[in-house]
Nanobody, 116 residues
Framework: QVQLVESGGGLVQPGGSLRLSCAASGFAFSTYAIWWFRRAPGKEREWVAYISRNAALTNYADSIKGRFTVSRDNPKNTAYLQMNSLNPEDTAVYYC?????????WGQGTQVTVSS
């Protein structure tokens, strides 16, 4: 059974940090690129970060560049999104998306709330 499960979200104060995890099972994780997206209340889904299959390539949205870092551990079938210097505009449900050609899996999302 294919699963992609995000975790690590929660409530954090402005300026704080969180690390999100995206745990995969049921498919060959190392052959999939990982995309992170987020959807804030009342807004469209926004792409956040990308990491290639072997982590050689990463890319970030301008809105989070320099604050977020994407990584992955293929032997553990897990991708990560380290989020630093969080601000209220980062409040959203964060999703990971595994993509390989026409194969595409989504997690259920994890809520991140940045508030004092």
């Amino acid at each position: 059974q294919v699963q992609l499960v995000e975790s690590g979200g929660g409530l954090v104060q402005p300026g704080g940090s969180l690390r999100l995890s995206c745990a995969a099972s049921g498919f060959a994780f190392s052959t999939y690129a990982i995309w992170w997206f987020r959807r804030a209340p009342g807004k469209e889904r926004e792409w956040v970060a990308y990491i290639s299959r072997n982590a050689a390539l990463t890319n970030y949205a301008d809105s989070i560049k320099g604050r977020f870092t994407v990584s992955r551990d293929n032997p553990k079938n897990t991708a990560y999104l380290q989020m630093n210097s969080l601000n209220p505009e980062d409040t959203a449900v964060y999703y990971c998306n595994a993509v390989a050609g026409s194969s595409n899996f989504w997690g259920q999302g994890t809520q991140v709330t940045v508030s004092s």
